[in-house]
C-alpha cells in the first residue's frame, strides 16, 4: 500500500510529528501560484518491477493536493532473473495497468507528466521494445531511469522527514529489483532546493529478485537458512559502502526508509488493523522489535503471512525478502529507531515538474 490509500491525507493538517504518528504534510518552502496555472494538474508514474503505481496532483497553497492516484500489483519482473527477459504474461498485466493510469491522465486533463520506469526495464533485453509497446497501446511514454536518477527522486520525495539537526541520514529504498542506499547531508532537508547526496549505493537485490534467488524456500523449506543466505547476499556490498562512510568519518546515521517493505512492516508494527497512510508516514519505529518482526515473518508460511492485517495476500510472497534486506542495513547502521516515509519517487518527481513549471518557489 501507499499513498493512494489515503489520497487526501498528504495534505492532511499536522505538526511536528509525534515518533509513532504521523508526519507534517509534504510542503514547499514557498510557493507562488501564477493564475494561468493555478488549475493545473501534473502526473507522476512510477513503474517498477513490482508494482505501478501513479499520483495525480495541483500545486497548493503550502505544497501540492493529491486528487487522484492508482496502485497496481504487476510483477514485471517475474522470472527476470533466471531469463534475462519480461515475460509475455508480465508485460500484458503492465499494459493493462498503463492503460488504466492513462484513462487517469485523460480524465483529470493532465497537461504534465513523467512517468518512469526502473529496474526491470533498465535489465531486461526486451525492455526497449516494451516501452515501445507501452507507447503504442497506452500512449505513454516511458522514461527508463538510471539508478542514480532513482535514487535522487526518491530521495526529493521523503527528504523533508529527516531531522535536520542530527547526524546524516541513510536513507533507503527497498524496491522489487533493485534498492538504492543513500547517504544525504541532514541540513539540505530544511533549504528548500535539492537535498545533497553525499555517497549513495544501488543494491542488485529489491523484493522479487532476492525472493527469486530462494524459490523452495517458501514450500516448507528450512526457512531460518533461506532468510540467512537473502541477508548474506546483500551483505557484501553494504560492507563495501559502509566502508566508504567511514572513510567520509561517518560514525552515526538517522535511518529513512521509503517503499513498501518498511511501509508494511511499520504499520504491523503499530498494531493498525489496516494500512492508514496517516499513522505510517513519518512515524519512527524502534529498530529492536522491528527486527524481531522481521524474523517473525520469515519463520511464517506464506499462508500465515497472507492472514497477517496489513501483509495479506498481495506482499506474502515478497515480504521476507524485503525483511531480509531490511535486517542487513539495521545490522549494519544499528540505531534506536527507524524514520519511515510513505512518500518517494512520485513525490520527487512532482515537485521537480512543479518546481520547474514555476508554481513550487524552491527555497523562498
Not at 505501478?52 to 504487476?74: M, N
Given at each position: 500500500?501507499?499513498?493512494?490509500?489515503?489520497?487526501?491525507?498528504?495534505?492532511?493538517?499536522?505538526?511536528?510529528?509525534?515518533?509513532?504518528?504521523?508526519?507534517?504534510?509534504?510542503?514547499?518552502?514557498?510557493?507562488?501560484?501564477?493564475?494561468?496555472?493555478?488549475?493545473?494538474?501534473?502526473?507522476?508514474?512510477?513503474?517498477?518491477?513490482?508494482?505501478?503505481?501513479?499520483?495525480?496532483?495541483?500545486?497548493?497553497?503550502?505544497?501540492?493536493?493529491?486528487?487522484?492516484?492508482?496502485?497496481?500489483?504487476?510483477?514485471?519482473?517475474?522470472?527476470?532473473?533466471?531469463?534475462?527477459?519480461?515475460?509475455?504474461?508480465a508485460m500484458d498485466r503492465t499494459v493493462a495497468a498503463l492503460a488504466a493510469c492513462a484513462e487517469k491522465l485523460a480524465r483529470r486533463d493532465v497537461r504534465l507528466t513523467r512517468n518512469v520506469a526502473t529496474e526491470a526495464c533498465r535489465r531486461a533485453a526486451n525492455g526497449a521494445r516494451f516501452v515501445d509497446r507501452v507507447?503504442?497501446?497506452?500512449?505513454?511514454?516511458?522514461?527508463?531511469?538510471?539508478?542514480?536518477?532513482?535514487?535522487?527522486?526518491?530521495?526529493?520525495?521523503?527528504?523533508?522527514?529527516?531531522?535536520?539537526?542530527?547526524?546524516?541520514?541513510?536513507?533507503f529504498d527497498i524496491g522489487g529489483g533493485s534498492s538504492e542506499v543513500m547517504l544525504v547531508a541532514p541540513g539540505s532537508s530544511q533549504s528548500g532546493g535539492e537535498p545533497e547526496i553525499l555517497e549513495w549505493i544501488s543494491l542488485p537485490w529489491g523484493v522479487v529478485s532476492l525472493a527469486e534467488t530462494e524459490p523452495q524456500?517458501?514450500?516448507?523449506?528450512?526457512?531460518?537458512?533461506?532468510?540467512?543466505?537473502?541477508?548474506?547476499?546483500?551483505?557484501?556490498?553494504?560492507?563495501?559502502?559502509?566502508?566508504?562512510?567511514?572513510?567520509?568519518?561517518?560514525?552515526?546515521?538517522?535511518?529513512?526508509?521509503?517503499?513498501?517493505?518498511?511501509?508494511?512492516?511499520?504499520?504491523?508494527?503499530?498494531?493498525?488493523?489496516?494500512?492508514?497512510?496517516?499513522?505510517?508516514?513519518?512515524?519512527?519505529?524502534?529498530?529492536?522489535?522491528?527486527?524481531?518482526?522481521?524474523?517473525?515473518?520469515?519463520?511464517?508460511?506464506?499462508?500465515?503471512?497472507?492472514?497477517?492485517?496489513?501483509?495479506?495476500?498481495?506482499?506474502?510472497?515478497?515480504?521476507?525478502?524485503?525483511?531480509?534486506?531490511?535486517?542487513?542495513?539495521?545490522?549494519?547502521?544499528?540505531?534506536?529507531?527507524?524514520?519511515?516515509?510513505?512518500?518517494?519517487?512520485?513525490?520527487?518527481?512532482?515537485?521537480?515538474?512543479?518546481?520547474?513549471?514555476?508554481?513550487?518557489?524552491?527555497?523562498?
Open positions: 500500500m501507499s499513498a493512494d490509500a489515503d489520497p487526501a491525507g498528504l495534505m492532511a493538517p499536522g505538526t511536528a510529528p509525534d515518533p509513532r504518528r504521523a508526519a507534517p504534510p509534504f510542503r514547499a518552502g514557498g510557493l507562488r501560484l501564477p493564475a494561468s496555472r493555478r488549475g493545473r494538474t501534473y502526473g507522476a508514474l512510477d513503474l517498477g518491477t513490482n508494482n505501478c503505481r501513479l499520483l495525480i496532483a495541483r500545486p497548493g497553497p503550502q505544497g501540492f493536493v493529491i486528487v487522484d492516484a492508482y496502485s497496481r500489483v504487476v510483477r514485471l519482473g517475474e522470472g527476470l532473473m533466471e531469463s534475462g527477459r519480461l515475460s509475455d504474461a507507447y503504442a497501446e497506452t500512449g505513454i511514454a516511458l522514461d527508463v531511469i538510471s539508478a542514480a536518477e532513482e535514487a535522487r527522486l526518491a530521495v526529493l520525495g521523503c527528504h523533508m522527514l529527516i531531522d535536520p539537526d542530527g547526524p546524516p541520514a541513510l536513507v524456500w517458501a514450500d516448507g523449506g528450512d526457512r531460518a537458512d533461506a532468510y540467512a543466505r537473502m541477508i548474506e547476499r546483500v551483505t557484501p556490498m553494504l560492507d563495501a559502502f559502509g566502508e566508504r562512510l567511514a572513510r567520509r568519518g561517518v560514525t552515526a546515521v538517522q535511518l529513512l526508509g521509503t517503499s513498501g517493505t518498511i511501509t508494511t512492516l511499520a504499520s504491523v508494527e503499530l498494531g493498525l488493523p489496516g494500512y492508514d497512510r496517516r499513522l505510517v508516514d513519518g512515524c519512527a519505529v524502534a529498530t529492536e522489535p522491528l527486527l524481531a518482526l522481521c524474523r517473525q515473518i520469515a519463520a511464517r508460511s506464506v499462508q500465515e503471512r497472507a492472514r497477517m492485517a496489513c501483509i495479506g495476500p498481495d506482499r506474502a510472497e515478497l515480504i521476507v525478502a524485503g525483511c531480509a534486506i531490511l535486517d542487513a542495513i539495521i545490522a549494519r547502521w544499528p540505531g534506536g529507531q527507524v524514520r519511515v516515509a510513505d512518500r518517494g519517487i512520485r513525490e520527487g518527481i512532482l515537485r521537480n515538474l512543479m518546481g520547474r513549471d514555476g508554481v513550487w518557489a524552491m527555497g523562498k
